[in-house]
Nanobody, 116 residues
Framework: QVQLVESGGGLVQPGGSLRLSCITS????????VGWYRQVPGKQRELVAL???????NYADFVKGRFTISIDNAKKTVYLEMNSLKPEDTAVYYC??????????WGQGTQVTVSS
Protein backbone atom coordinates (compact mmCIF):
# COMPACT_ATOMS: atom_id res chain seq x y z
CA GLN A 1 0.00 0.00 0.00
CA VAL A 2 1.09 3.53 -0.80
CA GLN A 3 -0.58 6.47 0.89
CA LEU A 4 -0.46 9.86 -0.79
CA VAL A 5 -1.47 13.14 0.83
CA GLU A 6 -1.71 16.32 -1.24
CA SER A 7 -1.61 19.88 0.07
CA GLY A 8 -1.10 23.41 -1.20
CA GLY A 9 -4.30 24.03 -3.10
CA GLY A 10 -6.39 27.15 -2.66
CA LEU A 11 -7.78 30.28 -4.26
CA VAL A 12 -5.45 32.35 -6.42
CA GLN A 13 -5.92 35.21 -8.85
CA PRO A 14 -5.22 34.78 -12.56
CA GLY A 15 -1.51 35.11 -13.21
CA GLY A 16 -0.68 33.92 -9.72
CA SER A 17 1.27 30.91 -8.49
CA LEU A 18 0.77 27.91 -6.24
CA ARG A 19 2.92 24.98 -5.22
CA LEU A 20 1.25 21.66 -4.62
CA SER A 21 2.92 19.01 -2.49
CA CYS A 22 2.29 15.29 -2.24
CA ILE A 23 3.93 13.28 0.50
CA THR A 24 4.08 9.52 0.33
CA SER A 25 4.19 6.78 2.91
CA UNK A 26 7.09 5.13 1.07
CA UNK A 27 9.88 6.35 -1.16
CA UNK A 28 9.22 7.35 -4.74
CA UNK A 29 12.58 5.86 -5.67
CA UNK A 30 12.22 3.09 -8.20
CA UNK A 31 8.57 3.73 -8.91
CA UNK A 32 7.45 3.25 -12.48
CA UNK A 33 5.70 6.64 -12.63
CA VAL A 34 4.83 9.54 -10.33
CA GLY A 35 2.60 12.32 -11.50
CA TRP A 36 -0.09 14.92 -11.12
CA TYR A 37 -3.55 14.77 -12.71
CA ARG A 38 -6.54 17.07 -12.53
CA GLN A 39 -10.29 16.77 -12.87
CA VAL A 40 -13.21 19.14 -13.23
CA PRO A 41 -16.82 18.09 -12.64
CA GLY A 42 -18.30 16.28 -15.60
CA LYS A 43 -14.95 15.64 -17.26
CA GLN A 44 -12.42 12.83 -17.20
CA ARG A 45 -9.32 13.07 -15.09
CA GLU A 46 -6.42 14.30 -17.23
CA LEU A 47 -2.67 14.13 -17.00
CA VAL A 48 -0.86 17.31 -15.97
CA ALA A 49 2.73 16.16 -15.46
CA LEU A 50 4.55 12.86 -15.09
CA UNK A 51 8.00 11.64 -14.06
CA UNK A 52 8.98 8.19 -15.28
CA UNK A 53 11.45 5.77 -13.68
CA UNK A 54 14.04 6.55 -16.34
CA UNK A 55 13.86 10.20 -15.36
CA UNK A 56 11.93 11.47 -18.34
CA UNK A 57 9.27 14.09 -17.68
CA ASN A 58 6.11 14.67 -19.66
CA TYR A 59 3.81 17.68 -19.46
CA ALA A 60 0.39 18.22 -20.91
CA ASP A 61 0.51 20.78 -23.69
CA PHE A 62 -1.76 23.14 -21.76
CA VAL A 63 0.78 23.51 -18.91
CA LYS A 64 4.10 23.49 -20.77
CA GLY A 65 6.25 26.42 -19.74
CA ARG A 66 4.01 27.21 -16.76
CA PHE A 67 4.11 24.15 -14.48
CA THR A 68 7.10 22.21 -13.15
CA ILE A 69 7.08 18.79 -11.50
CA SER A 70 9.88 17.72 -9.19
CA ILE A 71 10.67 15.09 -6.56
CA ASP A 72 12.55 15.42 -3.28
CA ASN A 73 13.33 11.81 -2.45
CA ALA A 74 14.75 12.67 0.97
CA LYS A 75 11.41 14.21 1.93
CA LYS A 76 9.38 11.57 -0.01
CA THR A 77 7.52 14.44 -1.63
CA VAL A 78 6.56 15.30 -5.20
CA TYR A 79 5.83 18.92 -6.05
CA LEU A 80 3.93 20.73 -8.75
CA GLU A 81 4.99 24.33 -9.14
CA MET A 82 2.25 26.21 -10.98
CA ASN A 83 2.86 29.67 -12.41
CA SER A 84 0.87 32.01 -14.65
CA LEU A 85 -2.31 30.33 -13.53
CA LYS A 86 -5.44 30.71 -15.64
CA PRO A 87 -9.12 30.32 -14.73
CA GLU A 88 -9.19 27.15 -16.86
CA ASP A 89 -6.62 25.60 -14.49
CA THR A 90 -9.36 25.44 -11.86
CA ALA A 91 -9.75 21.77 -10.89
CA VAL A 92 -9.12 19.19 -8.23
CA TYR A 93 -5.50 18.12 -8.53
CA TYR A 94 -4.54 14.54 -7.69
CA CYS A 95 -1.19 12.97 -6.96
CA UNK A 96 -0.60 9.56 -8.54
CA UNK A 97 2.02 6.89 -7.91
CA UNK A 98 2.55 3.68 -9.84
CA UNK A 99 5.16 1.44 -8.22
CA UNK A 100 4.77 -1.01 -11.13
CA UNK A 101 2.37 -1.80 -13.97
CA UNK A 102 -0.11 -3.57 -11.72
CA UNK A 103 -0.25 -1.04 -8.86
CA UNK A 104 -1.79 2.40 -9.00
CA UNK A 105 -2.43 4.79 -6.09
CA TRP A 106 -4.18 8.15 -5.81
CA GLY A 107 -4.26 10.87 -3.22
CA GLN A 108 -7.50 12.45 -2.01
CA GLY A 109 -7.04 15.54 -4.18
CA THR A 110 -6.60 19.23 -3.49
CA GLN A 111 -8.79 21.98 -4.93
CA VAL A 112 -7.20 24.73 -7.00
CA THR A 113 -9.41 27.68 -7.88
CA VAL A 114 -8.17 30.47 -10.15
CA SER A 115 -10.48 33.43 -10.01
CA SER A 116 -10.46 37.17 -9.55
Amino acid sequence: QVQLVESGGGLVQPGGSLRLSCITSRSFLGMLEVGWYRQVPGKQRELVALIRRAGTINYADFVKGRFTISIDNAKKTVYLEMNSLKPEDTAVYYCNARPNVSMNYWGQGTQVTVSS
